[in-house]
Each structure stands twice: as C-alpha cells, then as structure tokens.
C-alpha cells in the first residue's frame, strides 16, 4: 500500500471510528428542537453537523501532525492531547480514535512524542466487541417503528418492545435476541436497507450483512439482496409497505 493510499485508509478508519458515538450524540442534543419535524429533515440536519464537526477535527488533526513532527517532543504531544480533550464532542472514544490516527500519521515512530502517545492508547479497543444497529432518532421514533411493523404484520403480534429496543441499541451481536419477523426474507433486508440508507439505524461501516442476520436471525443476507435487485421491478414484494412505515416515522 503506497503512503497515500494509506493515509486515505487511516482517515477513512477515524471516522468509522468516531462516527457512531458521534451521531448518537449530536442527535440527543438536538432532538428536542426537531421532536415534531419529519425525521428527514432532522436526519439532514445531523448530517450535516456530523460531516462539520468531522471536518473541524480532520483539520486540527493534520495541524497537530504538522507541529509534532517539527517538535516531537513529550511536551508537545501532551499539549496537543489537552487541546484535543476540550473540543466539544470529544469523549473516550473519539480521544482513543485520535491517539490511533495521530500515532499513525506522525513521522518520527521513535521520537518521544510518538511513545507518549502510543502509552495513551486504549489497547482493548482493537478487540472491542461487535456491536449492532445502533438507533439514530429520538427513542419514541423506535417505538413507533415497532407498532408500525406489528400493524402491518412484520412482525410476530407477541413480540415485546423492549427486545426490539436492544437488537437497535448498539447491543453487543452475540447478546441480541432476533427480532421475530414474519414477512419475506427479501423485505426483510429490504427493510433495514432502507433504515439504513435513510440513517434511522447506523452500524459498522462495511459490516451491514452481518449485522442484518444477527439481527433478524436471516442467513444469506446478500444472496437475498442479489436475488431481488435482478429481479424486474429491483424490489421486494410489499416493499412499499416498507417505504410508507419509514415515510411516517
């Protein structure tokens, strides 16, 4: 891998790293204001404050590189963590997501600001355990979802609310209980293409087929995907059941 295909590696790795935390927390802080508004706006919004303060810290990440490498001393990499500590936003996560990507990206990797750094990181994080679909929205948006999808037959009339809520809870996968569904595999996978797509859930970026069959209990989730988009129409059957739940959410 050549040093620019590398670099475009390690940013695109920062914001998989930070971006669920991120979206979850930008979302809490202004879902008040949006609580009546469609969620197509509100997911607007997020967006694009997500892709802003993305945008803010890529900037001040390539600045502190910049300074480390012309003065990589211990001093200077713990002013450049305390600086980093205060930016709105920045919790354990993101401050675990910038060690990785500023020990990454500075060059001297003997200097005694690359050690302190290194000493910073969070070694577990690199086996943190998978989690799932982690739910965008305001909360009662889920439950609406939920009632919607037993209206429509979707899902099992028995299923409980609260075990839908922790299978789209960021809930770690080998703990989630499958959601009961009782319509086709296809609009099944349909369905959380399009919460996804629409940013009503978010997960681990590259990681959505899996993420789907732990979910639901589904096996082949690609297959089924493949299988509907040749068909002549591109979409599963009731699809529109689907497209009118979420345009009502």
């Known amino acids: 891998m050549n040093k620019k295909a590398l670099e475009n590696f390690v940013w695109f790795q920062f914001a998989d790293d930070v971006d669920m935390d991120l979206r979850k927390r930008v979302s809490t802080d202004f879902e008040q204001r949006y609580d009546k508004a469609k969620y197509v706006s509100f997911n ?15 900037a001040k ?28 936003y920045v919790n354990d996560v993101v401050m675990n997501a910038y060690v990785k990507i500023m020990i990454e990206l500075v060059n001297d990797k003997s200097s005694q600001a690359y050690i302190h750094l290194y000493k910073q990181l969070d070694k577990k994080s690199y086996n943190n355990a998978e989690l799932g679909f982690q739910w965008q929205p305001n909360i009662k948006r889920l439950s609406k979802l939920f009632l919607a999808l037993q209206t429509n037959t979707l899902i099992h009339k028995e299923s409980h609310y609260e075990s839908f809520k922790n299978a789209l809870n960021g809930t770690i996968l080998t703990e989630i209980e499958p959601i009961n569904f009782i319509c086709s595999q296809s609009l099944v996978v349909y369905l959380f293409d399009q919460l996804q797509k629409h940013k009503f859930i978010n997960g681990k970026m590259g990681n959505t087929n899996k993420l789907i069959e732990h979910t639901t209990g589904l096996v082949n989730v690609a297959q089924t995907r493949y299988n509907t988009e040749i068909t002549k129409k591109g979409v599963p059957r009731n699809s529109t059941i689907v497209d009118n739940i979420l345009k009502d959410l």
């Open 44 to 58: 607007e919004f997020i967006k694009e404050k997500v892709f802003t303060i993305q945008e803010v810290w890529k």
């Open 61 to 88: 990440i390539k600045n502190d590189v910049r300074d480390i490498d012309k003065n990589p001393s211990k001093d200077m990499a713990e002013v450049k963590l305390r600086q980093w500590q205060r930016l709105s």
